[in-house]
């Protein structure tokens, strides 16, 4: 399968740990995005980057969320000190540089406790 | 601000009805469109897209949608739906081909057969 992948699939934790997600985008696509998702809403960007450079954050972004991707290929979404309204479906995407579209992965539902 | 509207939350249709889901948008300067669909169980899909040019644009599965600048409008359409057609639906916009989406609420299609 050559889309985007997203580990874990499901993570449960309690209120106050961290937690980490991996987005493995498509090999050629060289922008890779975060969304998050509620429950009846439509995903909500969070963050995007282009090869490894971070380009945009949105002010949903608070300091205990941080993205990154290291050598351009995958990215991480690091959510420290959960809090119960952290609960969310966190979607991966990626795109070329000539926009044909972004392609979401399957998102990683976290649930804090 | 800018903002992405769909007005139908539910939308409920018999087989072979024909389908307009409604979406409006708030964006200064160019705009790129899409329609985004995810089944049950299923990761979201790139429906179609417009980023210029002919203003009526077709995707897959039969479904089109028409870019009308004046009323801010992206409608999606199909003459004739299918039971395979039941998904939620989501409209979005981006500036710049790249940039981050701004998703809609989405509509959620039940087509009984």
Known sequence: DTGVSQNPRHKITKRGQNVTFRCDPISEHNRLYWYRQTLGQGPEFLTYFQNEAQLEKSRLLSDRFSAERPKGSFSTLEIQRTEQGDSAMYLCASSSTSGSGQFFGPGTRLTVL | ?113
């Open chain 2, 1 to 113: 601000a800018q903002s992405v509207s769909q007005h139908n939350h539910h939308v409920i249709l018999s087989e072979a009805a024909s389908l307009e889901l409604g979406c409006n948008y708030s964006y200064g300067g160019t705009v790129n469109l899409f329609w985004y669909v995810q089944y049950p169980g299923q990761h979201l899909q790139l429906l179609l897209k417009y980023f210029s040019g002919d203003p009526l644009v077709k995707g897959i599965k039969g479904f089109e949608a028409e870019f009308i600048k004046s009323k801010f409008s992206f409608n999606l359409r199909k003459p004739s739906v299918q039971w395979s057609d039941t998904a939620e639906y989501f409209c979005a916009v981006s500036g710049q081909a790249g940039t981050a989406l701004i998703f809609g609420k989405g509509t959620t299609l039940s087509v009984s057969s």
